[in-house]
């Protein structure tokens, strides 16, 4: 009865911890609003995304000044701001906007079909730099799915909630099977084997599960003008990498995890307790 009980034990930790890991990573660094700052942070340093919002923000500067010959002064104070400090957090601010549209409640009076960043703080600060005493109050927006993309304010809001109880159900159902079938055994280095496997096992899974959340988050942005989308799966490209990273680590835990309980098998293959 103890084998019998440990064994399906043994299976629903296994089951859990495969679920467990990608929807913690999930929920950890794509659904909770920090967990995505600290995932995108280091994708302000890209020059392709530095580029693409120099553009936007030249046009815009440009727009909002209309001084003749304003491009002259603007350009270059364009790129020394995008390569300032002071971009990343706004870089990461207009981000968050991203974020917020997709994962908070839609709006009471019906989602907006087009998805824009607010960049009316980068332009100010640009013009500010090149002297010209003006301020804009915008908004001055740019539109991510000129074309439409089908990507709706709080698309991923309901999503989102079902992933974050997915991935706290799934810690906890994985911890207390794993210990309550170690509890139960009676060869506890073939359950500590097997929950190395399930470790393994879920890091395949989680690899997996980000190569097809970047297909379908790059369907998502199909419709965007070119340079927007190029942005869009530059964001996605690095939290997949931030995700199989992780999966890495995670698989090479599982192998030790796997190595420990064939040792602690073979050091207590001869005793009457048969660990």
Request: a negative charge; glycine letters at 10%.
């Amino acid at each position: 009865m103890r084998t019998f009980l440990s064994g399906l034990l043994t299976l629903v930790a296994i089951v859990a911890i495969v679920v467990a890991f990608p929807s913690l990573w999930v929920k950890e660094r794509l659904v909770d609003p920090e967990g995505f700052v600290s995932t995108v942070t280091p994708m302000a340093s890209d020059e392709r995304i530095k580029d693409y919002l120099a553009g936007e923000i030249s046009a815009s500067v440009t727009q909002q000044v209309g001084a003749q010959g304003a491009s002259a002064v603007i350009e270059p104070a364009v790129r020394a701001y995008t390569h300032s400090d002071q971009f990343e957090a706004d870089f990461v601010d207009v981000v968050s906007q991203q974020h917020a549209w997709l994962f908070d409640p839609p709006p009471v009076d019906g989602p907006s079909t087009v998805m824009e960043l607010d960049i009316t703080d980068m332009v100010n600060r640009v013009i500010a730099q090149t002297g010209i005493s003006a301020r804009v109050s915008g908004p001055i927006v740019v539109p991510l799915n000129r074309g439409g993309s089908g990507l709706e304010a709080g698309r991923y809001h309901e999503v989102g909630q079902q992933i974050t109880a997915l991935a706290y159900w799934s810690l906890v159902i994985a911890v207390a099977g794993a210990v309550l079938a170690l509890l139960f055994a009676r060869r506890r280095g073939t359950v500590l084997a097997w929950m190395g496997i399930g470790l393994i096992a879920s890091a395949a899974f989680a690899w997996a599960v980000g190569v097809f959340f970047a297909e379908r988050a790059k369907q998502e942005v199909e419709g965007a003008e070119e340079s927007g989308r190029e942005v869009a799966e530059l964001i996605v490209d690095g939290a997949v990498a931030d995700l199989h990273h992780l999966a890495l680590i995670v698989g090479g835990v599982g192998a030790g995890v796997v190595v420990l309980g064939v040792i602690v098998r073979l050091v207590f293959a001869g005793s009457p307790a048969r660990r």
